[in-house]
C-alpha cells in the first residue's frame, strides 16, 4: 500500500525565514495534498497538485511533484508564528473513493 | 463558509461499551470518510461512503464498526463493543464530487474518544 513518508519529523526556524517538507510514497497517484493540522485540532486543506503537474503556488505556499522519484516538497515562504502546526502530506491512489493516505508529518515551528 | 461538524467534541467510555460518533459534513458534498489518529500517530483511514453505501473500507474497520446516514444530513461512526486501542480522535470528512477529478476533503474538528 502506498504511504507518505516525511522528512524532517520535525522542524524549528525563526519567522521569517523558510521552511521545506518533504513527502515520499510508495505506489503512484492520482494527486498529492498537503494537510495541516494545529496542535488538538482538525486537518485544514492547503493545496493539491495532480500527478500531471509539476508545481503549484498558492500564496506563501509552493508544492512541487516528482513523480519519477515519487517525491514532493511543501515550501512555506516568510514564515510566521502562525504557521507553528503540523503538516501532512497525503496521496490519493487509483481507487475510486479518493481515500487519504497520509504521511507521518512534520511538526513545524516557528519561533517569533 | 460550510463546514464539517462532529459531536461530541470528547467521548470517555468505558471497555466494551458502544459509542456513536456523529458528523453533519457539508450539504452538497457527496463522498464521506471517516479517519482517526492514535496520539503520536498518522491520520489512518477507516472508511468511505458513497451513495448510501460503503465504498471502501481499510482493514481497522472490521465488524466492531459500522457506518450509517440516517437522515440525509448526519453520518454516523458506531464502535459496538470498544477496546482500550480505539482510543484515538476520529475525524470525519467529506469531499464533492466535479468531473470525476478528485479534490480535497474537508475535516471536521475531531472527537477524542478515550476508553477506559
Known amino acids: 500500500s502506498q504511504q507518505g513518508e516525511e522528512d524532517p519529523q520535525a522542524l524549528s526556524i525563526q519567522e521569517g525565514e523558510n521552511a521545506t517538507m518533504n513527502c515520499s510514497y510508495k505506489?503512484?497517484?492520482?494527486?498529492l495534498q498537503w494537510y495541516r493540522q494545529n496542535s488538538g485540532r482538525g486537518l485544514v486543506h492547503l493545496i493539491l497538485?495532480?500527478?500531471?503537474?509539476r508545481e503549484k503556488h498558492s500564496g506563501r505556499l509552493r508544492v512541487t511533484l516528482d513523480t519519477s522519484k515519487k517525491s514532493s516538497s511543501l515550501l512555506i515562504t516568510a514564515s510566521r508564528a502562525a504557521d507553528t502546526a503540523s503538516y501532512f502530506c497525503a496521496t490519493v491512489g487509483s481507487s475510486n473513493t479518493g481515500k487519504l493516505i497520509f504521511g507521518q508529518g512534520t511538526t513545524l515551528q516557528v519561533k517569533p | 463558509e460550510p463546514e464539517v461538524t462532529q459531536t461530541p467534541s470528547h467521548q470517555v467510555t468505558q471497555m466494551g461499551q458502544e459509542v456513536i460518533l456523529r458528523c453533519v459534513p457539508i450539504?452538497?458534498?457527496?463522498?464521506f470518510y471517516w479517519y482517526r489518529q492514535i496520539l503520536g500517530q498518522k491520520v489512518e483511514f477507516l472508511v468511505s461512503?458513497?451513495?448510501?453505501?460503503?465504498?471502501?473500507k481499510s482493514e481497522i474497520f472490521d465488524d466492531q464498526f459500522s457506518v450509517e446516514r440516517p437522515d440525509g444530513s448526519n453520518f454516523t461512526l458506531k464502535i459496538r463493543s470498544t477496546k482500550l486501542e480505539d482510543s484515538a480522535m476520529y475525524f470525519c470528512a467529506s469531499r464533492r464530487t466535479s468531473g470525476g477529478a478528485y479534490n480535497e476533503q474537508f475535516f471536521g474538528p475531531g472527537t477524542r474518544l478515550t476508553v477506559l
Open positions: 450539504s452538497n458534498h457527496l463522498y
Open positions: 461512503f458513497y451513495n448510501n453505501e460503503i465504498s471502501e
Open positions: 497538485i495532480r500527478s500531471n503537474e
Open positions: 505506489t503512484s497517484i492520482n494527486n
